[in-house]
């Protein structure tokens, strides 16, 4: 089966878990259900979209027209006038450091706020404390082991909420005795 560019399925192909399934091919329905089925549909018509309706769905369209290109090749005309438009601007170091603030935090539309993730709240520790460069407990500095560093933000309360204030640097060794109630801070 053919995909587009997004992994969707191409229009007028069948899913594989479309159409008919292994243990329904071949069904037939008795006489007497068939019989129940048209009865069913007797004086019902078929759904038709009224004037009104119509009318509702243009005046949508014009509402949201940002929307209007989604999942549409543009023309190639306009893709070389949206090129050459674009060609040789350059963005000051001000004017993308104003864009990244605009985006941070509860502005963003991937912000989770106290519903976020274990891997995610560690890096938004990471990001405004940055790598911790020594251990606040035994006073041992950070190294790297292989791909890892050997020094941790490790959460104080155990809650992990969004607090800055929460996380302190620790060594694996002491991260790991911390952990376990074996030293306190």
Not at 24 to 31: A, M, Q, V
Not at 148 to 153: A, G, L, V
Not at 160 to 181: K, P
């Amino acid at each position: 089966m053919e995909r587009g560019k997004k992994g969707q399925f191409l229009i007028g192909h069948t899913g594989w878990n479309k159409g008919l399934l292994g243990y329904r091919k071949g069904f037939k329905h008795s006489e007497e259900t068939k019989k129940k089925l048209s009865l069913l549909h007797i004086g019902k018509k078929p759904y038709q979209m009224t004037d009104e309706i119509r009318k509702n769905m243009s005046d949508a369209k014009k509402r949201n027209p940002t929307r209007y290109w989604f999942g549409k090749t543009r023309p190639e005309e306009t893709r070389k006038k949206i090129s050459e438009g674009n060609r040789g601007k350059v963005r000051t170091e001000a004017v993308r450091l104003k864009i990244g603030e605009a985006q941070v935090g509860g502005r963003n539309y991937c912000w989770k706020g106290n519903n976020v993730g274990y891997y995610g709240l560690h890096k938004w520790v990471r990001r405004w404390k940055g790598v911790p460069q020594m251990c606040e407990f035994c006073g041992v500095e950070g190294r790297k082991n292989g791909r890892n560093w050997s020094i941790h933000w490790a959460n104080k309360s155990g809650k992990y909420i969004r607090d800055l204030f929460d996380w302190i640097a620790l060594c694996v060794r002491c991260h790991s005795q911390y952990d376990h109630n074996l030293i306190t801070l």
